[in-house]
């Protein structure tokens, strides 16, 4: 069964703290994104990347940062939290960089609050 | 660039009634079109997607969707819903052949399923 998993599904942090939030898939995908889900915007594109140590910033990179040093792990950074960046955090990966036909294949989440 | 329009957020229905989920789109070139189902506390996962070929598709849960090329449509349907269908549901396109493979997905539609 192909997997995504996310570290943490339940988050809280403090303004200012440095938060890391890490996402692994088994499915040997090149692709990687990390969203934001707010109720009533849909899924935001924060951050993608098409190959290791490769991203692209997707359309709300302000205040994040993100990370990949191995295909299967994609890790996602808060330089310093705040309060409007709390969130549902979502992972997903997909497969080829030519196949738009592909899906994509989604973590459960991480529920950050920022206090 | 392509857009995608979920016409209602919030989809109410009595279990046993059938649902359709509207979708619509607008994209300058050809595209392959994806609906996906977000469980309460949930990732997403796929439904269905049109690629090419027959314009009614059959997903999982008994789901299916017609592809309208001149309606820039693609609804989504079940002529009979259960409990345990609650969950949001997201229209996401990409664009074809060989087109970028970042999804654009819509604000998602909340379906209610009543007893």
């Known amino acids: 069964d192909v997997k995504v998993t996310q570290s943490s599904r339940y988050l809280v942090k403090r303004t200012g703290e440095k938060v890391f939030l890490e996402c692994v898939q088994d499915m040997d995908h090149e692709n990687m994104f990390w969203y934001r889900q707010d109720p009533g915007l849909g899924l935001r594109l924060i951050y993608f990347?098409?190959?290791?140590?490769?991203?692209e910033k997707g359309d709300i990179p302000e205040g994040y940062s993100v990370s990949r040093e191995k295909k299967e792990r994609f890790s996602l950074i808060l330089e310093s939290a705040s309060t409007n960046q709390t969130s549902m955090y979502l992972c997903a990966s997909s497969f080829g960089t030519s196949g738009s036909y592909n899906e994509q294949f989604f973590g459960p989440g991480t529920r950050l609050t920022v206090l | 660039a392509q857009s995608v329009t979920q016409l209602d957020s919030q989809v109410p229905v009595f279990e046993e009634a059938p649902v359709e989920l509207r979708c619509n789109y607008s994209?300058?070139?050809?595209?392959?079109l994806f609906w996906y189902v977000q469980y309460p506390n949930q990732g997403l996962q796929l439904l269905l997607k049109y690629l090419s070929g027959s314009t009614l598709v059959k997903g999982i849960n008994g789901f299916e969707a017609e592809f309208n090329k001149s309606q820039t449509s693609f609804h989504l349907r079940k002529p009979s819903v259960h409990i345990s269908d609650t969950a949001e549901y997201f229209c996401?396109?990409?664009?074809?052949?060989?087109?970028?493979?970042?999804?654009?997905f819509g604000r998602g539609t909340s379906l209610i399923v009543h007893p």
């Open positions: 994209s300058s070139v050809s595209v392959y």
């Open positions: 990347s098409y190959d290791v140590k490769m991203k």
């Open positions: 996401a396109v990409t664009e074809s052949p060989g087109g970028s493979y970042i999804p654009t």
